[in-house]
């Protein structure tokens, strides 16, 4: 079993709908919590960071972590055409001397938004 | 200002033969990373610098990679004696530091045939 598990989806939604994506985890000393988006033949862009458990909002994107269930989820409001990227989940533990370099991915989700 | 470049984008070698993936990252970022994504995969951690010492190569797969940072700045990672299961798109990302948010380059998409 891997340390996270993300579904690939695929997952296709119209436009302006609301978008669930959500990450398990088991590492329990895994205390920040990312989301970046991919979008096709490019890099990873940073969406939303968290540190432990709480909600994030920021514009459309909200990212919620719940250490207890070892569960995160990203939700996207008013969804649009542009979103259409692969989203994925990374977690990290602090390291000794205080680092938390070390990113441990899920295996993205392809998400679609149709206009 | 410029984000992560890597280069080439993309490189097909035969099965055997020796590359060198290229980045650069973003000025003034002390920290550099290595990822590999293999195909409906997420990024996969290879090795991290903090200036020029690497500090953790934990993640390379075997002897056959190596990866240099000798002057702090631009990084290289070699794959000796490629062979099929490494293609995948190599990623560098740079960072502030070892705790900062972690911006990605494009990657490098390496075919071995």
């Known amino acids: 079993q891997k340390e996270v598990e993300q579904d690939p989806g695929p997952l296709s939604v119209p436009e302006g709908a609301i978008v669930s994506l959500n990450c398990t985890y088991s590492?329990?000393?895994?205390?920040?919590f990312m989301w970046y988006r991919q979008y096709s033949r490019k890099g990873p862009e940073l969406l939303m960071y968290?540190?432990?458990?709480g909600n994030k909002e920021d514009g459309r994107f909200t990212a919620q972590v719940d250490k207890s269930s070892k569960y995160i989820s990203l939700f996207i409001r008013d969804s649009q055409p542009s979103d259409s990227a692969t989203y994925l989940c990374?977690?990290?533990?602090?390291?000794?001397?205080?680092?938390?370099?070390?990113?441990?991915f899920g295996k993205g989700t392809l998400l679609t938004v149709n206009p | 200002g410029a984000g992560v470049s890597q280069s080439p984008r993309y490189k097909v070698a035969k099965r055997g033969q020796d590359v060198a993936l290229r980045c650069d990252p973003i000025?003034?970022?002390?920290?550099l990373f290595w990822y590999q994504q293999a195909l409906g995969q997420g990024p996969e951690f290879l090795t991290y610098?903090?200036?020029?010492?690497?500090?953790?190569k934990s993640g390379l797969p075997s002897d056959r990679f190596f990866a240099e940072r000798p002057e702090g700045s631009v990084s290289t990672l070699k794959i000796q004696r490629t062979q099929q299961e490494d293609s995948a798109v190599y990623l560098c990302?740079?960072?502030?530091?070892?705790?900062?948010?972690?911006?990605f380059g494009p990657g490098t998409r390496l075919l071995v045939l």
């Open positions: 990302a740079s960072s502030l530091s070892g705790v900062g948010t972690q911006y």
């Open positions: 590492n329990s000393a895994f205390q920040y």
């Open positions: 968290t540190y432990s458990s």
């Open positions: 990374a977690m990290s533990a602090e390291l000794d001397g205080g680092s938390n370099y070390k990113l441990t």
């Open positions: 000025s003034g970022h002390v920290s």
């Open positions: 610098f903090q200036n020029e010492a690497q500090l953790d």
